[in-house]
């Protein structure tokens, strides 16, 4: 099987919400290390017309407390902050519906889109 590389250019709105669906969630069994460190990576298929198809990524380390990247992050999931000792399966939110705001990344040349925030799909719209 032969693949041809391709690349699209795509510009994504860094000042506004985009909706998209939790897709996957990798390195929850400790696989998946960047720079040394264990990490998990979220995925998220967006779904309005112009970005349908696209993916979007949120890397995060392990670590999971209120001020953490990953800690925000499932608040903004949950809609609510985690009560002390809860616990949060990341996995149960496959295929739910939210909206993430992304930041630019360049990298060798290219930009890259990383989601920097994540919100329930029913959050007020700014």
Known sequence: M????TYQSLTL???QWL???L?????TDGSLIYNGNLCLRLVFGLSADEYAGRNVSALTGHK???TSKLGRIVKGMLGR???EGEEVDLQSFI???FQVMVEP???NGRTFYNVAEVRAADGDSE
């Open 95 to 97: 295929n739910q519906e």
């Open 13 to 15: 709105p860094t000042d």
């Open 19 to 21: 909706n998209g669906t």
């Open 2 to 5: 032969t693949f041809t590389v």
């Open 23 to 27: 897709l996957a969630v990798d390195g």
């Open 81 to 83: 902050e985690p009560g």
């Open 105 to 107: 990344k360049a990298s």
């Open 64 to 66: 999971f407390s209120p």
